[in-house]
């Protein structure tokens, strides 16, 4: 899925590391309805946290903007997060008997603590194309998701959290991000970013960032 021609290239680029991600067994299991609940809560209750931070991260993206578009774009991410995800995941927690309450306690654990931090510490140390690399493979990588399972024969187990990824609504954001990023890297570095050194190291921050992703399904110890 196209959702931008920089991210291609970094996908591209990443083929490995992005398909241990979109692919992991995690996925899988999800979309053939073998994932076990215990194993999906606790990735419920983590991305739960994740999402926090997310938001927060995203919300820098605005501080570190120049433009009054990519701002807006930034802040549709935000709502989206704080309004529609989130929400998503407390009802999903609150209908298996997890309350809000115990959602807010949950005790992060090292792979969301290091995914996290990678984030927030590229967007505080970097400029808004730096935090766009780490911020792009969840994103687009949830798309890819969600378009791929969305697509197939899936089973009716986990079909609310796939519908979420693969409707037109996520989807839509998806390619909103990705222009904003096209934009972004030519106004920023030129039509021939693809030479410089700088777009090296944002292909270098997205590789790690899609590690990150991996490790993240990893917690959920199945």
């Known amino acids: 899925m196209e959702y931008s021609k920089v991210f291609s290239t ?21 979309s053939d309805g073998t994932l076990p609940k215990t194993a999906f809560l606790t990735y419920l209750k983590q991305d739960y946290i994740f999402l ?49 309450k115990e959602l807010e306690e949950t005790n992060e654990m090292n792979q969301n603590l290091a995914y996290t931090r990678f984030v927030l510490d590229t967007g505080y140390s970097g400029d808004f194309l730096d935090l766009m690399a780490a911020l792009a493979p969840c994103v687009f990588g949830y798309g890819e998701i ?38 972004s890297v030519i106004r920023k570095l ?13 292909t270098h921050k997205f590789k790690t960032a899609t590690l990150l992703e991996r490790d993240f399904w990893e917690m959920a110890d199945i």
């Open 10 to 30: 970094w996908r591209e680029v990443c083929k490995a590391e992005g398909d241990s991600y979109t692919k992991h067994i995690f996925v899988e299991k999800i």
């Open 52 to 100: 926090k931070h997310f938001s927060r991260a995203w919300g820098l993206a605005i501080v570190k903007s120049d433009s009054i578009t990519d701002m807006h774009t930034c802040s549709k991410v935000v709502h989206a997060l704080l309004n529609e995800e989130i929400n998503l995941h407390i009802e999903f927690c609150n209908n298996e008997g997890i309350p809000t």
């Open 190 to 202: 030129g039509k021939n970013y693809s030479t410089l050194g700088k777009f090296q190291e944002l």
């Open 146 to 183: 969600g378009m791929r399972l969305g697509a197939s024969q899936y089973s009716a187990v986990y079909k609310e959290w796939i519908n979420t990824y693969a409707g037109s609504d996520y989807q839509g954001l998806c390619f909103e991000v990705g222009n904003m990023i096209d934009n």
